[in-house]
């Protein structure tokens, strides 16, 4: 099975801020990793698909590269919506998986 | 427009079995895959199984195996998933969401809005 370790569990931030946020693969999942932001109370909803690939209707200052088994999500300038947690998810292999998710809070 | 609505909140005794559905709407059922995901208070996401809409085959997480099944019932495009011999760990929001698009790249494209199962005696 396939592990994901996200960095940091959590962080603090300013709006503005540029925040980055990884994810480690347990072996190479070439490029079939996913982002998603989760609201409170609210289901997940993808922003990044293929690694890199924003879904229709995120914003551009959401970003994210990687290959193989190390990947990165970055927020240019945090807004006030952007305070969520983030799961990274891998789509290369069953059973699916997904990172611990990482925290992001107002500083 | 896509659209996966769940059925409401359950409240179970440890050992019973909740039964969950997700009705599906705004797309060809058939064409896709359905996955089940659940969260924990406080935790993360979990992935639980996954059905062929169209030909019905389930495969499950081996931590759920011989407790979880998934169905689907193509005339009302509605999911179900079952999860028997419940146990105070099994509280949790369950989600159902599509894995798709149709073509290019797949991932859980469209979530149901979730439902809450608490166990508790």
């Known amino acids: 099975d396939i592990q994901l370790t996200q960095s940091p569990s959590s962080l603090s931030a300013s709006v503005g801020d540029r925040v980055t946020i990884t994810c480690r693969a347990s072996q190479s999942i070439r490029y079939a990793l996913n982002w998603y932001q989760q609201r409170p109370g609210k289901a997940p909803e993808v922003l990044i698909f293929a690694t890199s690939t924003l879904r229709s209707g995120v914003p551009s200052r959401f970003s994210a590269s990687g290959s193989g088994t190390d990947f990165t999500l970055t927020i240019s300038s945090l807004q006030p919506e952007d305070f969520a947690t983030y799961y990274c998810?891998?789509?290369?292999?069953?059973?699916?998986?997904f990172g611990q998710g990482t925290k992001v809070e107002v500083k | 427009q896509v659209q996966l609505v769940q059925s409401g909140t359950e409240v179970k005794r440890p050992g019973a079995s909740v039964r969950i559905s997700c009705k599906a709407s705004g797309f060809t059922f058939i064409n896709f895959y359905m996955h089940w995901v659940r969260q924990a208070p406080g935790q993360g996401l979990e992935w639980m199984g996954i059905i062929d809409l169209k030909g019905g085959r389930a495969s499950y997480a081996e931590k759920l195996q011989g407790r979880i099944t998934l169905t689907r019932d193509t005339s009302t495009t509605t999911v179900h998933m079952e999860l028997s011999s419940l146990r105070s760990e099994d509280t949790a929001v369950y989600y159902c969401a599509r894995y798709g698009p149709e073509s290019g790249p797949i991932y859980f494209d469209y979530w149901g809005q979730g439902t809450l199962v608490i166990v508790s005696s």
């Open positions: 998810q891998q789509s290369y292999s069953s059973p699916w998986s």
